[in-house]
């Protein structure tokens, strides 16, 4: 049975930070939703409502197309070990770059991973946990470092460019504010 929290407590929180692995969700207003994997030990929780996460360059930039148009995101935790648990947050986000007032100090509460586009500043309205009895279980053997061993090989221009020929605009068309 799904029970729902106003805020994350400190249960909810430490399962969080045993994850290796967690699940971003947005949408448009009309357009594809769009889920993706997100890894890389790249999520804090730093309040009972508020998660920011490190976003990285990669083939496309489709949260932050959505979280520009309507602001809505949901993030999403497996437990694929021990204890069956599958954790939602939902809430609204923000994007903020590398320019921003607020990156430094965001930045310094996360990892500093090559390739860094984004941080997603998220407000947290409810979190709801359920049973993930169906979840199967897996071992973790180790992260990937594919896309940090490509990101190393880039200097800013080659960024710039990258983003430019391939983040800023969504599947559906819509700008990324990249």
Known sequence: MAKQ???FNDRLSAFVADQHLFFVATAPAAGRVNCSPKGMD???IIGPNRIVWLNVTGSGNETAAHVLENNR???MWCAFNGAPLI???YGTARAIYPADPEWAALAGQLP???G????YDMQVEVVQTSCGMAVPLMDFNEDRELLKDWARKKDQQDFLEYWENKNTT???GLPTGM
Do not use: E, G, N
Not at 116 to 119: C, G, K, L
């Open 5 to 7: 929290f106003p805020h």
């Open 42 to 44: 790249s999520l804090k």
């Open 73 to 75: 995101m949901t993030l």
């Open 87 to 89: 954790l939602r947050a």
């Open 112 to 114: 500093a991973l090559p």
């Open 116 to 119: 860094a586009r984004q941080i």
């Open 170 to 172: 969504s599947i559906d």
